[in-house]
């Protein structure tokens, strides 16, 4: 006779589709976390926009080839002219200098000796041609406080 003296003793669940469901519970509990640090890895990794020095950008201009990047250098004095589809100017860091050629219009604070960052491509893996489609001019402490009346504040009062 299989009982006691209350009843019956209930039916167990089998061991084995405990561990069906255990290993299911583990699966789906690994799946989330993976898709959780992937994209918090995507998103920090594709918020942050970096850029490379001249110099650096000539050192990997093999890897870089004609994919667009952020460029930063300082446009040199007596090199910036008007064409057709925009401007022309030469970028320099130390010994080195890139020509870049820019469709649109420039920024407003755009002028000679000034740190700006240009996003475009070389021409060509071997060229230190670089077309740009933007110009981004930096803004330091020493501009600010040497062009008070030039940088403005989003709400239109001036710094």
């Known amino acids: 006779m299989t009982g006691t003296a209350t009843g019956p003793l209930p039916p167990q669940a089998p061991p084995v589709a405990r561990r069906r469901r255990s290993r299911r519970l583990w699966v789906v509990f690994a799946v989330l976390?993976?898709?959780?640090?992937?994209?918090?890895?995507?998103?920090?990794?594709?918020?942050?926009?970096y850029f490379d020095t001249i110099d650096q950008a000539l050192a990997h201009r093999g890897t870089l080839g004609t994919t667009t990047?952020?460029?930063?250098?300082?446009v040199v004095a007596g090199s910036i002219r008007p064409t057709a589809a925009g401007t022309a100017f030469t970028i320099a860091e130390g010994d080195h200098a890139v020509a870049?050629?820019?469709?649109?219009?420039p920024p407003q604070l755009f002028q000679s000796g000034i740190p700006v960052v240009v996003v475009g491509h070389f021409t060509s893996v071997t060229s230190d041609d670089f077309v740009s489609n933007s110009i981004l001019v930096k803004h330091s402490a020493t501009y600010i406080a040497k062009y008070p009346s030039r940088v403005k504040a989003k709400n239109g009062t001036v710094r």
């Not at 976390?33 to 926009?49: K, T």
């Not at 870049?100 to 219009?105: E, F, K, W």
């Open 33 to 49: 976390i993976a898709a959780f640090v992937f994209l918090l890895v995507e998103g920090l990794g594709s918020s942050l926009d």
């Open 69 to 74: 990047f952020r460029l930063e250098g300082t």
């Open 100 to 105: 870049v050629a820019n469709s649109g219009s």
